[in-house]
């Protein structure tokens, strides 16, 4: 079960972890090195990648293969959280009284003198290219590997992949041991990153992808195909004559993929809240080729209003597509189910350098989130961001999270709300558990072919195979992510509203904890979004648009970002939305999602898939709470605060007129 290995692992990181996130040295001196031979040098904690292990090593980087790397600058976090925390929280005078980037920079940011003197050091390392970004938030510069070897003292090594860490089409890379600076260095320096080339988590899902990937996979029943159609609303089609569970022997199948107007209707849209004026942004790796255009053909083909040019830009970081767009259908996801629920918001597609030189991963994403605090002029470039991706689990490197923490701090700071899907398995992720992100959870959602809701409830499902003619389960299919953080003590917004059973970290973690996720909408691709989907002949030339259906916290965060940009529509930033939000929980402004029980209807409780979609004839189980459930974490769905689905769900206008009358 992945509870004890997350547990063990990420106690080791406490200790340091927390010290060093919130501004501490995050450095150590090695007497070994600095013994009076040359100048003293310190290891910068935790920087070693957590698949970065001796018994997975495959072989060394060696040749003249140049790496783009970034030596992230030490800000004045704690004072700048203590800021953040005011600007961001209702009642106190400085509520809403933002920093504009250069001003968060002067005020908090690295110093010239900083930057200089890392600028300097790379330099005289033989580094090419070294500059600092328009925030001071990192130096960036490139040398070949050898080099960068010999800088850092450590050696880059290649790794054996693992469905939990791999680098997409790429091999695995990471240094094999703590980076070292220059002791005049290491004090201004909170992180490096790309020497590893990890690839994000991915947020999305497919109703024949479970998203747990490890899932056994069961043998077709009597080794024939068994097909039935999918249903356009839930319950149109039920799949007959199947093995006996809950009392029933016929079961609704799998949904198609809910329309944007059933989106729409199910989260109580209104056509005079459609977001005017407030840009979102929406952070992806690589830019999806005409997405406009496949916007224009996806709200045709749901006769929902056109979308403008007027609104909707690009923004490619670097060598954005050049080696690839790996969030190509992540992409699609996000501008389409952000666009339903605000149709007349400013979208800005931000697309992070997707190159195999260190950008593959998160540095691209952390580029591309960077670009948008560092805005034009006095502003940042949006006020809301959604970002379908996680880093790591909570034992990723203590570097990594002191990069998040920086970032995330100067995003309050600065009136940006950084939104994060929470995962699409159960546990807890980062950067969505940091106290100034807010993570978005996954629900299921039935909706009928009148009704807006027939039943919502936590995503976290069970897939069972039909194997001579019984069901046998394979244990977890998909879950949003959440649950007490190992890491990060509970922020004050969470307080009273978080039951101390659900603000308990497992282990030897002591005092109430971080809880995830905050908020949560339809994730489960079992009830997921008809996402469009243009195609492509030889040429790159767009020849047919065709739907999928498609879920995960990835269709979740930006539906979530799109009702805030309702609600803002005419207003000044919400922000770090978080204190706003806990003040809704148990108000006619939220849907609480509630458990399934035993008594709930055998309708609701879970849908056949047929082995076209599924690879075998499936039952998905919903809400299936049991650690006799393979790969589940001790989440649970529950009436109020949950770990499954956080306060709630948007509950449509009620939601959109609470937050404004908060956010005054």
Avoid at 121 to 132: C, Q
Avoid at 237 to 255: C, D, E, K, M, S
Avoid at 317 to 322: F, K, Q, T
Avoid at 551 to 579: C, E, K, W, Y
Wanted: hydrophobic content about 40%; aromatic content about 8%.
């Amino acid at each position: 079960m992945k509870k004890p290995i997350t547990v063990v692992a990420a106690t080791a990181l406490i200790a340091t972890t927390i010290a060093a996130v919130a501004g501490g040295s995050a450095a150590q001196a090695d007497s070994a090195h600095a013994g009076g031979r040359g100048p003293a040098v310190m290891a910068l904690s935790d920087s070693v990648a957590p698949f970065a292990t001796p018994n997975r090593v495959i072989g060394e980087v060696t040749g003249s293969q140049k790496l783009t790397i970034q030596v992230w600058l030490k800000q004045r976090t704690a004072a700048a959280g203590n800021f953040a925390t005011a600007v961001s929280t209702p009642g106190n005078r400085a509520y809403g009284r933002y920093l504009s980037p250069g001003g968060y920079a002067a005020r908090f940011g690295a110093t010239a003198a900083q930057a200089a003197r890392v600028e300097s050091w790379l330099r005289s390392s033989g580094f090419t290219g070294v500059a600092a970004d328009a925030g001071r938030d990192y130096v960036q510069a490139t040398a070949s590997v050898p080099a960068i070897d010999a800088a850092f003292r450590t050696q880059l090594k290649y790794y054996r992949p693992s469905s939990q860490y791999n680098a997409g089409p790429y091999a695995l890379r990471s240094n094999s041991q703590p980076v070292w600076l220059p002791s005049t260095v290491a004090a201004s320096v909170i992180g490096v990153t790309g020497l590893d080339n990890a690839a994000p988590t991915r947020t999305y899902a497919r109703p024949g992808s479970p998203a747990a990937p490890a899932a056994a996979r069961a043998p077709r029943s009597g080794g024939k195909p068994i097909s039935f159609p999918c249903s356009q609303y839930y319950g149109q089609h039920y799949a007959l004559r199947l093995p006996r569970q809950y009392g029933t022997i016929n079961f609704p199948t799998v949904i198609c993929g809910y329309s944007a107007t059933q989106l729409r209707r199910g989260y109580g849209y209104s056509s005079r809240d459609t977001g005017r004026g407030v840009t979102i942004a929406l952070v992806e790796l690589g830019l999806a080729p005409d997405m406009f255009q496949t916007l224009q053909d996806y709200a045709a083909v749901n006769g929902i209003q056109a979308p403008s040019p007027r609104r909707y830009a690009e923004l490619s970081i670097g060598r954005g597509s050049a080696c690839g767009d790996p969030f190509n259908l992540e992409e699609q996801l996000d501008v389409e189910s952000s666009y339903d629920m605000a149709p007349l918001a400013n979208q800005l597609v931000v697309g992070g350098d997707s190159c195999d030189n260190g950008f593959y991963g998160l540095q691209g994403l952390f580029d591309a989130d960077t670009a948008i605090l560092n805005g034009v002029g006095n502003h940042p470039l949006a006020s809301i961001a959604s970002n379908s991706w996680e880093s790591f689990d909570e034992a990723e490197p203590a570097d990594i999270l002191r990069i998040e923490n920086a970032y995330l701090v100067r995003a309050a700071a600065e009136g940006v709300g950084m939104y994060f899907s929470a995962g699409d398995s159960s546990g807890v992720l980062t950067p969505s558990d940091n106290p100034f992100a807010t993570a978005v959870g996954g629900t299921t959602l039935g909706i009928g072919g009148t009704a807006a809701r027939l039943f919502e409830t936590g995503w976290s499902t069970q897939i069972s195979s039909d194997i001579n003619n019984r069901w046998v389960s394979q244990g977890e299919q998909g879950a949003g992510g959440g649950g007490p953080s190992l890491l990060w003590a509970q922020p004050a917004y969470q307080r009273g509203v978080v039951p101390k059973a659900l603000a308990t970290a497992f282990g030897s973690r002591g005092g109430l904890v971080r809880s995830v996720p905050d908020i949560s909408a339809v994730a489960d691709p079992f009830t997921g979004l008809a996402v469009g989907l243009l195609s492509f002949n030889n040429q790159g030339v767009p020849i047919g648009f065709s739907e999928e259906a498609v879920g995960g916290t990835s269709l979740a965060s930006p539906v979530v970002a799109g009702m805030v940009a309702d609600a803002q529509q005419g207003r000044r930033p919400f922000g770090f939305i978080n204190p706003l939000l806990y003040r809704l929980a148990g108000t006619s402004a939220i849907h609480d999602v509630l458990p399934i029980t035993s008594r709930a209807s055998a309708r609701d409780r879970g849908v056949a898939c047929d082995t076209a979609m599924c690879g075998a004839l499936s039952l998905t189980q919903f809400d299936d709470q049991s650690y006799s459930m393979q790969f589940y974490t001790g989440q649970v769905t529950r009436p109020g605060y949950d770990t499954m689905t956080g306060i709630g769900t948007p509950n449509g206008l009620a939601f959109i007129n609470a937050l404004r009358r908060l956010g005054r």
